[in-house]
């Protein structure tokens, strides 16, 4: 089953725009992850964070994390049109298998 | 190592058949994941292996598919008498156990499955 929504569902944006993705979860979490999916390709990691951190960066990108609204959001700054993919969180608990959200489907045009 | 190899890549196969597919992960990885996803949805959970123990199974995961992963090495997961809901990418992934809070998983490209 999947662990909660994400928001929006499609997303798009003007190369150099930035891109915030939100997700919420449902139930309490070890960490939560985002990953990257090129259309009919694996998914792909992009980053972590924990449950007790509130804000991890990676390059162009930025999560947050708010545990008593039980949410995150992704942003990628300066966006190029290889951005162009699905992203998705995904929330793992004390037993370590991951629960995907439904994605978001993000276009960015040249 | 090359990551996570998965095969075939797309099998199209009759209804009622039965079909194999193969999943290598990483070789220091212990723990192996399988996922089914359909079109425009989220990976779905089906199993996972700690080494050669298969610890949880979905409720997804009808008696007609079985997964093994034998000597911890590459896994198999099995459909037998396909149907036409089994059409999906299936995705097999990998970890290192415990340390995957440092490093999340590493995904295989997937086998696409279509049931005619």
């Known amino acids: 089953s999947q662990q909660g929504e994400e928001d929006p569902q499609a997303l798009s944006i003007q190369e150099g725009e930035n891109a915030t993705m939100n997700c919420s979860y449902k139930t309490s979490i070890n960490n939560l992850q985002w990953y990257r999916q090129n259309s009919g390709r694996g998914l792909v990691h992009l980053i972590l964070i924990r449950s007790n951190e509130r804000e991890k960066h990676s390059g162009r990108l930025r999560v947050t994390l708010d545990t008593s609204k039980k949410s995150s959001s992704l942003l990628i700054t300066a966006s190029r049109a290889a951005d162009t993919a699905s992203y998705f969180c995904a929330t793992s608990n004390q037993g370590g298998k991951l629960i995907f959200g439904q994605g978001t489907e993000l276009s960015v045009k040249p | 190592d090359t990551g996570v190899s998965q095969d075939p890549r797309h099998k199209i196969t009759k209804r009622g058949q039965n079909v194999t597919f193969r999943c290598d992960p990483i070789s220091e990885h212990n723990r192996l994941y399988w996922y089914r996803q359909t079109l425009g949805q989220g990976p779905e959970f089906l199993t996972y292996?700690?080494?050669?123990?298969?610890?949880?199974k979905s409720r997804l995961l009808s008696d007609r598919f079985s997964a093994e992963r034998p000597k911890g090495s590459f896994s198999t997961l099995e459909i037998q008498r396909t149907e036409q809901g089994d059409s999906a990418m299936y995705l097999c992934?990998?970890?290192?156990?415990?340390?995957?809070?440092?490093?999340?998983?590493?995904f295989g490209s997937g086998t696409r499955l279509t049931v005619v």
């Open positions: 292996f700690q080494n050669e123990a298969q610890l949880e």
């Open positions: 992934a990998s970890s290192r156990g415990r340390e995957e809070a440092n490093y999340g998983y590493t």
